[in-house]
């Protein structure tokens, strides 16, 4: 990535692609930290808020998660201490998982905007090479074709880097919305029912942010390298010669190779798969309900 911006320092209009991309990468960050704050916001207001009479006599506790301390807790200095340390580690939790998505969205989006450099230099690849800069043919589509290579290069790391954390979260993902889903439908009708739903739907709703990041990070990267092949084959490749539109060729032949990420390299991860996890979800549920 630094190599990219340290690229775009001489054009204009690079620059402005790969800085609108940044912008909407930040815009999104903050957005998904907010959320996952709230998230943890709700789930322990109700325990923080709570007063709680603590005795030498109280053995019933409320915790925000279920723990065992290995001492007596006979002082509400103690039990607030205890409740301020299990805060801190949800926070830290969720904000972790946060940064995680953010930084699969911000390295496809930026990859995102390199291929938008790239069309845009597609187009204004003419017969007599780029006037407004005196590159010649070669010279441009050779630097189209090296700036081609650097994007397939760049999505490959980020497949490699989140592969297995994209099977992690799938499998893990899959099972918290069958069991949060469980929570809320068999809590319906309980004295607490508001309260706990209320404590759940953020986290429901996180959790499924999570995974639809995944399978939008890749859907979206496979639609953006198709429009490379489209780009090149709208440019005026008719008006070139044999040897210089064969350059050509040879891109739209890279770009049929989909630009994917993958959940550990088993599935590809779409909207399709999304779909897939909500069914597979449902399918849980049901199971767990006709268990009951």
Same mark, same amino acid.
């Given at each position: 990535?630094?190599?990219?911006?340290?690229?775009?320092?001489?054009?204009?209009?690079?620059?402005?692609? $790969?800085?609108?991309?940044?912008? $909407?990468?930040?815009?999104?960050?903050?957005?998904?930290?907010?959320?996952?704050?709230?998230?943890?916001?709700?789930?322990?207001?109700?325990?923080?808020?709570?007063?709680?009479?603590?005795?030498?006599?109280?053995?019933?506790?409320?915790?925000?998660?279920?723990?065992?301390?290995?001492?007596?807790?006979?002082?509400?200095?103690?039990?607030?201490?205890?409740?301020?340390?299990?805060?801190?580690?949800?926070?830290?939790?969720?904000?972790?998982?946060?940064?995680?998505?953010?930084?699969?969205?911000?390295?496809?989006?930026?990859?995102?905007?390199?291929?938008?450099?790239?069309?845009?230099?597609?187009?204004?690849?003419?017969?007599?090479?780029?006037?407004?800069?005196?590159?010649?043919?070669?010279?441009?589509?050779?630097?189209?074709?090296?700036?081609?290579?650097?994007?397939?290069?760049?999505?490959?790391?980020?497949?490699?880097?989140?592969?297995?954390?994209?099977?992690?979260?799938?499998?893990?993902?899959?099972?918290?919305?069958?069991?949060?889903?469980?929570?809320?439908?068999?809590?319906?009708?309980?004295?607490?029912? $508001?309260?706990?739903?209320?404590?759940?739907?953020?986290?429901?709703?996180?959790?499924?942010?999570?995974?639809?990041?995944?399978?939008?990070?890749?859907?979206?990267?496979?639609?953006?390298?198709?429009?490379?092949?489209?780009?090149?084959?709208?440019?005026?490749?008719?008006?070139?010669?044999?040897?210089?539109?064969?350059?050509?060729?040879?891109?739209?032949?890279?770009?049929?190779?989909?630009?994917?990420?993958?959940?550990?390299?088993?599935?590809?991860?779409?909207?399709?798969?999304?779909?897939?996890?909500?069914?597979?979800?449902?399918?849980?549920?049901?199971?767990?309900?006709?268990?009951?």
């Amino acid at each position: 990535m630094k190599k990219d911006w340290s690229d775009c320092a001489n054009d204009d209009i690079s620059m402005r692609k $790969t800085a609108s991309k940044a912008k $909407t990468s930040e815009r999104i960050t903050k957005i998904i930290l907010i959320l996952h704050t709230m998230s943890v916001v709700s789930f322990s207001i109700g325990v923080i808020l709570a007063n709680v009479d603590v005795t030498s006599n109280t053995t019933d506790l409320i915790f925000l998660t279920k723990i065992e301390v290995p001492f007596d807790v006979n002082t509400q200095r103690t039990y607030r201490f205890i409740l301020l340390t299990e805060l801190c580690f949800i926070f830290m939790m969720a904000w972790s998982s946060g940064t995680t998505n953010s930084l699969l969205l911000i390295l496809t989006l930026h990859t995102a905007g390199q291929i938008n450099i790239l069309r845009y230099w597609l187009t204004q690849l003419t017969p007599s090479g780029n006037s407004s800069k005196g590159e010649s043919l070669a010279a441009a589509t050779t630097k189209i074709i090296e700036k081609h290579k650097k994007i397939i290069c760049f999505s490959k790391n980020i497949e490699s880097l989140y592969t297995y954390i994209a099977l992690v979260q799938f499998v893990s993902n899959t099972l918290m919305i069958c069991t949060l889903a469980f929570l809320v439908v068999t809590t319906i009708g309980s004295p607490n029912a $508001t309260k706990q739903i209320v404590r759940s739907f953020f986290f429901f709703a996180i959790t499924n942010l999570e995974v639809y990041i995944f399978c939008f990070a890749g859907e979206y990267l496979k639609n953006k390298n198709k429009e490379i092949g489209f780009a090149a084959y709208n440019s005026a490749w008719y008006d070139m010669k044999t040897k210089d539109s064969r350059a050509l060729l040879f891109i739209m032949l890279i770009s049929q190779k989909q630009l994917t990420l993958t959940a550990g390299k088993m599935v590809d991860l779409s909207l399709q798969s999304f779909t897939s996890i909500i069914n597979a979800s449902g399918s849980f549920l049901s199971m767990l309900l006709a268990m009951r």
